[in-house]
């Protein structure tokens, strides 16, 4: 197991480099240049844009300055970021709690409908829970996001005044402890997390019935019934357990969404994550935070990918015994 | 410990919930909250500036001149100052008892190291280094005397000197400006003094009671960043925000909207137009005769587009003097709508229309040239464009669209690789358009088409050199009538900007530099005396 995992990690950390390369490439491929300047009602001194440009090494070639990137890099420098002239990894840093919050909500939200819902639907497959629970999730799937996002502003901030419209937090609460502060940033990321979460009920769920019906089909369930269990004994009880394995494959490939950020969402609901500091870094060509949160996120999917790995192996024997 | 955080958490979610279900209205103290689309891309006052940092710092800090509402420079920390006969030298006398937000005193040392900071690239102060490319010199002969020297006599010599002030004693110990502890929190000299900046959320500032003018009648001034702007009208519809400059399609929505009939409401001008840039460069064979470029404007019917497709939040662009502006001279106006001058005028620079339903053609080559905008700016662009390719094709000429990216369109126009543009150009209250019109700022500058006329350099010349304000007019109403005669750009449309605020916000001055940037600006704001019982 751990060769193959050493090889995995090796084989990742050589595509990670090659996709901040051709990021890289792209992003000096598209026209215009951080700081170009040209919005101010006056014109920059041609001495003030040499100079820029010299700080920037934008008069190198490009796989120079990626050579310089990759340099920084190896010495655990990010960089400074173009736009905020901050330290890209201080503003990773004030980021990502938002982004993984938000997220993790998501997550939660997502697993905590979806395999109940599955469940029920391998009770009885075809019956009425089953019916009713794919006809929902399959419409929440096929709507696009932002118009669920404005959906759920309309009805829930607007209408009702029930939740925050946007942001993450009241304006001027003082709060008494570091729990209010937490429950009004948890209250403003309802909405966004409910958005985020709508979305992955339809597969997490059907995955879940799916496997729970095979099972159900083979031996095991077979004998289980023949013990006198029902269908929603059986699959609660045994069920669940052999969806645990195929889900924490899915996990894993959810984790990465944690650092990823949802740029849409985020956007929509004014949330401060990584997502959205990916969307304004894009659009002011701002290379040092683009290729951070390009290579932050392929770390994320070789973490994750990696962590769900060895829980399977750590779950299940079968696995375990092939190997 | 950790029970205690668990109640908490618990306690806050059910009084937050408990407060939503009620539908009680949220707290309001003696507060203004404004949207911004961004957040500032820096709070050092002069360094790294955008809009929004603009705007912010201009709150925080003062400079030594500002303009009022109408453009006029009045005194700020400076209370006097004297421009030398040959306009070269600036002497400015700093007010007594200006404080600093710390509690220290103002002093012209501070002002050198502003301008030093400014002028050093690092800072990438952009706008503030090049209103200041021309300070050849300054010195400090005491505390309460700053000296500037130009290297030629400079007749906007204040224009520099709005320059939001930075404290030497505070800002010079941090080895970076732009990361540093100042740029953090910074600290100024002006009506609001910095409170707190949550990334992506807001910026708050509160009232400085020991400003030189007076203390704000507000307590605290809050930039919300909003993600959109139709997400900060549906704020300002639910209360969380007081004042928004919005789109004219949710000005039209406020003005059916139930919700917003509670709402204030004004529309004003500012320094700002739309235009179209005519490529005249030699490979672009259509706009070098100004004939043509008259006749391409008086083929558009404007007013009627202003009053009809853009609701009466336009008006016909007159040049570059916009009618707000305190040099605009009242005996030009916008080149009515007239096709039959337009085509006569078509017709005698050559291009000529073959047969019926043809269009013009002049040595074989049809008169058939792309705009370009940018991508998704501003409805009203598609919709001008739209218009003008149709009424362009009623005299026989024919456009293409094209839409770009706007790093795409701003690297096209900038390398001349056009035949038309159209965007948006804003002023600022000085007369001054060498940038705009010189042939030589085809480089660096403006002059995007490449316009070239030899009087309108004079002029431009001699106008920068003017410091006497009446010889100075003289020579801007010459270049006046010399560009409407010309017509280097078409200044199509001034559009207007809609506001809606709370009814008992008052003392908003709207001001054709805009809401903030003068003075007293939100200084003056306050809630009326009736609020709550509205």
New interface residues.
Partial sequence: MLPAIASRIATAMVTLFIVTFVVFALLCA???EP????????????E??A??RA?YHLDEPWPARYGRWVTDLLRGELG?SF?????VAAMLK??FPVSAGLNALALLAMLGIAVPLGILSAARPDGPWDRAGWIATTALYAVPVFWTALLL?WLF??RL???P????????AR??????A???A??HLVLPAACLASGGLAYVSRFVRTNIVESTAGEGGRAARARGLSMLQYAARHGVVQAVVPLLTLAGFLIPRLVGGSLLIE??????GLG?LLF?SILS?DLPVVLALTLLSGLATLFGTTLSDVLILWLDPRVRHAR | MKRRAVYSFFAAAAALALGACAGSPPHKDNDVRVAIYSDPSSLSLIGNSDLNSSQIASMISDGLVAYDARGHYVPMVASTWEISPDGTTVTFHLRDGVLWHDGERVTSRDVAYTVAKARDPATLSRSWASALANVASFETPNDSTFVVHYTAPYADALEPWRLPLVPEHVASKDANFLSGAFAHHPIGCGPFRFVSHDPGQRAVLAAFDRYWGGRPAIDHLIFKIVSSERTAYESLLLDELDLLAVTPDLWRDALNAPAAARLARFIYYRFSAWKIDWNQNEATPFFHDKRVRRALLLALDRKRFAETVSAGLARPGVSSYPPESPWADPSIEALPFDPRESARLLDEAGWRVPSPGHLREKDGVPFEFTLILTAGAQEIADRSAAWMQQSLAEVGVGMKIVKLGSEAFKQQRKTHAFEAAMGTIAFDATPDRFDLYHSTANVDGFNYGSFSDAEVDRLLEEGRATVDPAARRIVYDRLQHRIDDLQPLAFLFQFAQPVLHDPDLEGIVPSAVGLFQFTPGPRAWHWSSARGRN
């Fill in positions: 598209l026209p215009g700081q170009g300047g040209d919005d101010a009602s006056r014109p920059l001194p041609p003030y844009r100079a820029l700080q400074t736009s905020a002239q901050q330290p004030e980021r502003q901030a607007i005044g029930w939740l419209l946007s942001g993450i937090s009241t304006d001027g709060h008494p402890s570091a729990g209010f937490f429950a009004d948890a209250w956007a929509i609901f004014n949330v401060p959205s304004d060509r």
